[in-house]
């Protein structure tokens, strides 16, 4: 057989990813309060694309001439009729309605202005005063009090170097190093920083914590003293090894842990460390006369618009290689526009799907969710199970039950110990809580005995099972439960 050079056609597909395309799943992924980011640095880059605040009349419209199929990125949506999932949907003649009470979460304090009835009270400015002294800002502030020169440069960094919980967590050899000062000098202007409010801050461990709050109460006598340097045993329940260490009887022993259980452990968390970020929920679930909808969080989001004007007028007698690079800007917000009303149509999606499947939950509590998997989800909304990973991520919704992320509604069942139905992980976690947290002090409850219960409820779960959902939220064994609670009286 001749070898020789030849020619084939063959036929094949293959997944391309655009850099559109990329970008398209990039925005899918992200929370509002990064959308809003990545949103502020499109509009830095491109002058075709104009915001208005997502309140916004439309009164700008006439600086986007899109089609009038396309609805603006972050304006409210709901369920349709076709999409209500309640049983009970109202009838044609349910007219009198209050529309106050059916519109959605406000976005700003200044959507309530107009809304409110001659006897409200208006907008409770109280609500946006400053945020508390930090714990460091309350310590500067005693610095200055107390020392001058040397002394309060000292003390400025020894604060600096105390933790949000009013530890210290340094070397007091090395602080002196490193500032030139004497090792004495540092000791006793820690020693000042110790007297300050709250008591307790500025200790190194949680034996001299404490020491210094039963010295500024007047209780640090020698069995107080003794006691504290031997919290493992209190945290033993050795008590009988402590009453012969301390040198006291049961009666005085008793009243030396109630005192220790008044200190706390960790002074500074009353004044809290760094702002906390609060969680800005992505979607809105409400029930209304119609059935559930679901709206998109459009306060904190700009609403884009193209403005072809701008860009006719630009255009108008430009260089060939400017007028390419309008025709690339243009091009570009028009896709910006149209993928980000893509998002909020998929987000919506999603979460429509989601309430339908935990309509229990949104009803009745946690105890009634159903074990939901991706998969589910994206059989019913024909999409990827990637899609649906996507768009739950990092999102979060709010309910009358309060602030969940989306990720909280998927999970694994437990079967039942009766026929073919199946409870949600999470409805089994909340039970073991509920029987913990309600126990008798007297009777602690054991990993076997949750088991048998749950199993006598109806629920097929392992002892083992019943360890790793307790120990997920936190609950110690049923030794660790008993001698806390004999501590606590």
Known sequence: MALGPRLDLRQSQSLVMTPQLQQAIKLLALSN?????????????????????????GSAGDANDNPGDDAPITEAASLDADHALSSDSGTANDLDVDMTAESFHHDSASDNVGLSGS????????????????????????????????EAMIAEQLVALINEAGYLRADLAEVAQRLGVPLALVESV????????????????????????????????????????????????AFPQLKRICGVDDEDLADMIRELRGYDPKPGLKFGGDASQAVVPDLYIRRTAQGWAVEINSGTLPRLLVNRRYYTELATGAAAKSKAWLSEQL????????ALDQRQRT????????????????????????????????????????????????KYLSCARGLFELKYFFSSGISATEGDGAVSAEAVKSRIKAM?????????????????????????????????????????????RRRQKALAG
Not at 41 to 48: D, I, Q, R, V
Not at 49 to 56: E, F, Q, V, Y
Not at 130 to 146: I, W
């Open 347 to 394: 987000i919506i999606k999603v979460a429509s799907a989601i309430v339908k499947q935990q309509e229990g939950f949104f009803l009745h509590g946690v105890a009634h969710m159903r074990p939901m998997t991706l998969r589910q989800v994206a059989e019913e909304i024909g999409m990827h199970e990637s899609t649906v990973s996507r768009v739950t991520s990092n």
């Open 33 to 57: 309060l990064e959308l809003e980011a990545y949103l502020a640095e499109a509009l830095e880059g491109n002058p075709l694309l104009d915001a208005t605040s997502g309140d916004s009349d």
């Open 331 to 338: 091009a570009s917000a028009n896709w910006l526009v149209r």
């Open 119 to 150: 006897d409200s009270e208006g907008i409770d400015f109280d609500s946006f005063a400053g945020e508390d002294a930090t714990l460091h800002e309350h310590l500067l502030a005693q610095v200055g009090e107390r020392f001058s020169g040397l």
């Open 190 to 237: 820690l020693a000042g920083v110790q007297c300050f409010d709250p008591s307790g801050v500025g200790g190194r461990d949680l034996a001299e914590c404490i020491a210094i709050q039963a010295r500024e109460a007047d209780r640090y006598d020698p069995a107080m003293a003794t006691m504290i340097a031997h919290l493992d045993l209190v945290a033993k329940g």
């Open 436 to 480: 913990i947290e309600g126990e008798d002090p007297k009777a602690i409850l054991s990993d076997e005995t949750i088991a048998q219960k749950l199993s006598a409820e109806g629920h097929d779960i392992a002892r083992r099972t019943v360890v790793k959902y307790r120990e997920a939220m936190g609950y110690g064994s049923s030794v660790q």
